[in-house]
Nanobody, 121 residues
Framework: QVQLVESGGGSVQAGGSLRLSCAASGYTYSATWMGWFRQAPGKEREGVAAIYPRGGLKSYAASAKGRFTISQDNAKNTMYLQMNSLKPEDTAMYYC??????????????WGQGTQVTVSA
């Protein structure tokens, strides 16, 4: 059974940083795309960053480029999202997902429970 568990969310002021973690179990970590997504109240879920571990490929949403970095530790079966220069508009529930394609939410089969990120002005 695949399980994805996010951690690292919290409340920060604008300009601050957070690092999200996604621990995967029951899943062949390097086999397909994994990604970070977010959903703010009243908005659709959107892709933030995705990684294809086996090939080292990465994809970022325009809003994340230059500020967020996705990475993975294969030995720990853990994916990370380093978020710098956070803005109030980054406030959302952040989810990790596995077995999908790039930043397309409906293509992902497995989802974590989410971790809240709140950025105050």
């Amino acid at each position: 059974q695949v399980q994805l568990v996010e951690s690292g969310g919290g409340s920060v002021q604008a300009g601050g940083s957070l690092r999200l973690s996604c621990a995967a179990s029951g899943y062949t970590y390097s086999a397909t795309w994994m990604g970070w997504f977010r959903q703010a109240p009243g908005k659709e879920r959107e892709g933030v960053a995705a990684i294809y571990p086996r090939g080292g490929l990465k994809s970022y949403a325009a809003s994340a480029k230059g500020r967020f970095t996705i990475s993975q530790d294969n030995a720990k079966n853990t994916m990370y999202l380093q978020m710098n220069s956070l803005k109030p508009e980054d406030t959302a529930m952040y989810y990790c997902a596995a077995d999908g394609r790039l930043l397309v939410p409906p293509s992902y089969h497995y989802w974590g429970q989410g971790t809240q990120v709140t950025v105050s002005a």
